[in-house]
């Protein structure tokens, strides 16, 4: 079944179906906890994945979360993983500095091509690599001026 939501734009850019109000009910206590992860330390941390487009399996998904500037990423994945052990197949953290994000028709983004990240989409020469133009499209969990918010993932608040 194809989602509606996902997709290439008219501009190039990958639309998907990552939204807040599409997490499943059984994976909140995952987000909560990795949140109060986050604490003060003005980091930033996204869901993106099964979870975010509301497909994701209990029990055999896994929670894939990009973190900004979060200096213990891999422990407080190590944590969640198990702690859900029940939930998922294990949280998954990947981090990031801000300043490895942007990117430019020569330089892709630090996370690659995927969903989760934040790169430019000003008009450019194509680029050599498919899809290098993608929209930051993951579900805001918390960022460094707001520790608890949720948003939906075009940043208007849930």
Known sequence: MTDPDEGVAADGTIRTGARRDRVPAVFEDVLTDAVDSVGGSGASLYLYGSVATGTARPGSSDVDLLSIDLTDASAVARRLSTRYADRCRGVEVAAAASGELAATPTRPTACGSSSATT????????????????????????????????????????
Do not use: Q
């Not at 000003?122 to 960022?143: C, D, I, N």
């Open 119 to 158: 790169a430019s989409t000003s008009p450019a020469p194509t680029p050599p690599l498919p899809f290098r133009r993608t929209p930051p499209t993951p579900v805001l969990l918390a960022a460094s001026t707001a520790t608890s918010a949720t948003t939906s993932g075009d940043g208007d608040r849930a």
